[in-house]
């Protein structure tokens, strides 16, 4: 790996710049198993890992294009190694300062905290993670310290402010995170006892089956990770759900499937939960 890397320190795959599959044998210089860490937190696991298994290529997003600092930990022989990434959540996914349409922004967060939402567990979201608070370099410049970068006070004037604004980037995470945060709560599939499966459908859509302890709700959640409109063909016999009718929770919209087949329509950053309609109709007389 690093006779490759080691030309290139700078070294950045953007996704949204991406026209065709990535060659990592090219990108390492070398062919070996590829692990990929989703939200890397700290850095220190991905760190450590790769540590440990040289012989695994391990990536992670580069968070610090978008203006992450790195803070480093000094090591036995007296050198510097990185030890954390400090970032918020929405600067790793948004640029600071880019010139994007500020719903186009919110569609790509809400895209990424889905996908925290639909896997099995307990999801936690801190408060700056909630309100897309981008990062704070003033108050690092005062404390001296990278951590500072997503601890910032949160004046709740300039909150209330904002939401008088429809169209600020508060009410529009308001308005669409909101719904994602009432219908997983909703829904007794997203327990955290219930069964999970991840379909590999498409490299551009994060596609989940979620089904509920009982075995007896299920609800279908897609994610497209890309900038670009595109379609997915789900054959319903690999799901071995037997459904034609299926209801999207958050557009509120309903899917037909043809044939065994479900085709569904994903705008750029679009997130779609489906539930066989029969089930909505269960979940609705157990309220």
Request: charged letters at 25%; aromatic letters at 8%; hydrophobic letters at 40%.
């Amino acid at each position: 790996m690093a006779g490759k890397l080691k030309h290139y320190p700078d070294i950045a795959l953007i996704t949204d710049n991406l026209t065709a599959p990535i060659d990592f044998d090219d990108v390492f210089g070398r062919s070996a198993p590829l692990h990929l860490e989703i939200g890397a937190g700290k850095g220190t696991f991905l760190l450590n890992q790769a540590k440990a298994q040289p012989d695994i290529d391990f990536i992670s997003q580069r968070a610090k294009a978008h203006g992450a600092l790195i803070s480093y930990k000094m090591t036995e022989d007296m050198s510097e190694e990185p030890y954390e990434i400090n970032s918020t959540w929405w600067s790793a996914i948004n640029a600071d300062n880019c010139d994007e349409d500020v719903l186009f922004q919110v569609r790509r967060f809400l895209a990424t905290k889905s996908i925290a939402l639909v896997l099995q567990g307990v999801p936690a979201v801190y408060a700056h993670g909630t309100i897309g608070t981008p990062n704070d370099y003033e108050l690092v410049k005062k404390s001296k310290h990278n951590r500072d970068i997503n601890r910032g006070m949160i004046d709740s004037e300039s909150l209330a402010s904002d939401f008088k604004d429809p169209n600020s980037k508060l009410s529009l995470l308001r308005r669409y995170g909101g719904k994602l945060n009432l219908v997983r709560t909703r829904n007794r599939a997203f327990h955290p006892h219930g069964e999970q499966r991840v379909l590999m459908i498409s490299p551009d859509v994060f596609t989940v089956l979620r089904t509920s302890p009982e075995k007896d709700m299920y609800i279908l959640t897609m994610t497209n990770v890309t900038n670009r409109a595109l379609s997915v063909e789900i054959a319903l016999p690999d799901l071995k759900i037997e459904e034609k009718r299926w209801f999207d929770l958050l557009a509120e919209k309903e899917w037909l499937a043809e044939e065994g087949k479900l085709l569904v329509y994903l705008q750029p950053y679009d997130v779609i939960w489906l539930t066989p309609s029969s089930d909505l109709a269960k979940e609705s007389s157990l309220r």
